[in-house]
């Protein structure tokens, strides 16, 4: 299945709400072992807390290497890739190594409070 994100959450990718949109499409096509592509063709800014809840989230339940082969990411930026990239290695790590999950909670909570 291919999704063209433009035309689901236009030319921002940039908020928490727009993620998990993204997330809850494609989340279960994935889970089922269902390929699926992600076209951000017309797509012009991009933040990590949007890749975070779209994808990075994804992680929690299905294995890296499951996701790597299922998830098709096209058509992103420069900066859009990077961001991408760089949120993917974060969640595989905040997913697999639980000292560093723990530590990020922590972190989160601490802000939250202030």
Known sequence: MKYKVYELIGENSISQKAGQQIYD???PQLQAGK???LDFAGV???LSV???FAIGQLLRDIKPEDLDR???VSNL???GQETYDNVIENAKRY???EQYREAVNEMILEQSAC
């Open 25 to 27: 499409l494609i989340h």
């Open 35 to 37: 390929p699926v592509e």
């Open 44 to 46: 012009r800014r991009f």
């Open 50 to 52: 949007f890749f975070n």
């Open 70 to 72: 299922l998830l098709v």
């Open 77 to 79: 930026s420069p900066l």
């Open 95 to 97: 997913y697999s190594d």
